[in-house]
C-alpha cells in the first residue's frame, strides 16, 4: 500500500511543486522519524511511560494521519500557514486512534475487532499505564484538541469534522470497559 501511495502522488493531477510536497511529507511520515521509526520503537519495547508511549503513538499512527492531513492540504492548494494545524489535527486524531485500537484489543472481543484480541498485553500501551476509563479520556481529549485544531485551520472542516467523529464512534463501538474501568 506505501507503495501504491506513492504511485498516487505521482499520478495525482496538481502542480509538479504539490506533488513534490506530497512526496516530502508522506516520506516523512513513514521515515526513521515516523512510521518505520516507531515500529522499531514498538518492536524494541522501548517506552513504559505515558510520554514514551504516546511519543511511540505519535511516530507510528499519528505520522500517517498528519501526512494524509497535509497532502489533502496540498492538494486542496490550501495557503501553507494553515498546514501545520491540519497536520496537528491528523496527528492527534492519529494518536487518538491507537489509543483507541488499544482498547478495543484489551476490552473488545474478535468478532467486534475482526481479528485477534490480546495480542497487545504484554506491551506498554495507554491502557495498561492508566486503565481503560482514563485511555479511553485521553483519547477523546485528543480528538476534542485534534477539532480544536481542524476549526482554526479555517479549512472546510464540515466532512472532515463528521469523519473523525464517525471513525471516533465506530472505534468506541469496538469494545465495553468493564464496569470495574467504567
Avoid at 511543486?17 to 511529507?25: F, Y
Avoid at 522499531?40 to 492531513?69: P, R, W, Y
Amino acid at each position: 500500500m506505501l507503495a501504491q501511495a506513492f504511485e498516487a502522488i505521482a499520478g495525482a493531477e496538481v502542480s509538479a511543486e504539490a506533488r513534490v510536497m506530497a512526496t516530502e511529507a508522506l516520506s516523512r511520515s513513514v521515515g526513521p522519524d515516523g512510521m518505520t521509526g516507531g515500529q522499531q520503537l514498538d518492536l524494541a519495547g522501548v517506552g513504559n511511560s505515558k510520554e514514551e508511549i504516546a511519543t511511540v503513538h505519535g511516530m507510528k499512527t499519528g505520522a500517517l494521519f498528519a501526512a494524509a492531513a497535509e497532502i489533502g492540504t496540498i492538494a486542496a492548494g490550501i495557503d501553507v500557514s494553515r498546514w501545520w494545524l491540519m497536520s496537528d489535527f491528523g496527528m492527534l486524531l492519529g494518536k487518538a486512534f491507537q489509543e483507541f485500537d488499544d482498547l478495543a484489543d484489551r476490552y473488545g472481543s474478535a468478532e467486534s475487532m475482526g481479528k485477534d484480541t490480546g495480542k497487545d498485553e504484554d506491551k506498554a500501551t495507554m491502557v495498561a499505564v492508566m486503565g481503560g476509563k482514563a485511555a479511553e479520556r485521553h483519547a477523546l481529549e485528543q480528538v476534542v484538541l485534534a477539532l480544536e485544531c481542524l476549526h482554526a485551520s479555517g479549512a472546510r472542516e464540515t466532512d472532515l469534522e463528521v469523519f473523525a467523529l464517525d471513525l471516533v464512534g465506530k472505534l468506541r463501538a469496538r469494545y465495553l470497559l468493564p464496569a470495574s474501568e467504567a
